[in-house]
Nanobody, 119 residues
Framework: QVQLLESGGGSVQAGGSLRLSCSVS????????MGWFRQSPEKKREFVAV????????YYADSVKGRFTISRDNAKNTVSLQMNALKPEDTAVYYC????????????WGQGTQVTVSS
């Protein structure tokens, strides 16, 4: 059984920063690709960032490039998302997901953490 738990969400003014974390239990974390996604009431779930098993490959949505940074610590079974220069349009529930098959189909999901950015 693989379980994911997000933390670090909250409220911040535009231009501020937040750091999200996702802890993973069960499975083999060091072999998983990990991704961050987000969803707001008016938008479908969208891709934010992904990192491969080693941390050597990272990809970001165009909307967050230059502002967000994804990282992982395989010794702690943790993936993080550093979010800087936040904008109101970043407001969403952020989800962590694990790709156990390294096929970009995410097999396990956390319950999400709320991020609210005010102007």
């Amino acid at each position: 059984q693989v379980q994911l738990l997000e933390s670090g969400g909250g409220s911040v003014q535009a231009g501020g920063s937040l750091r999200l974390s996702c802890s993973v239990s069960g499975g083999t974390f060091s072999g998983y690709g990990m991704g961050w996604f987000r969803q707001s009431p008016e938008k479908k779930r969208e891709f934010v960032a992904v990192i491969n098993w080693s941390g050597g490959e990272k990809y970001y949505a165009d909307s967050v490039k230059g502002r967000f940074t994804i990282s992982r610590d395989n010794a702690k079974n943790t993936v993080s998302l550093q979010m800087n220069a936040l904008k109101p349009e970043d407001t969403a529930v952020y989800y962590c997901a694990a790709d156990s098959g390294n096929d970009y189909d995410y097999d396990y999901w956390g319950q999400g953490t709320q991020v609210t950015v005010s102007s």
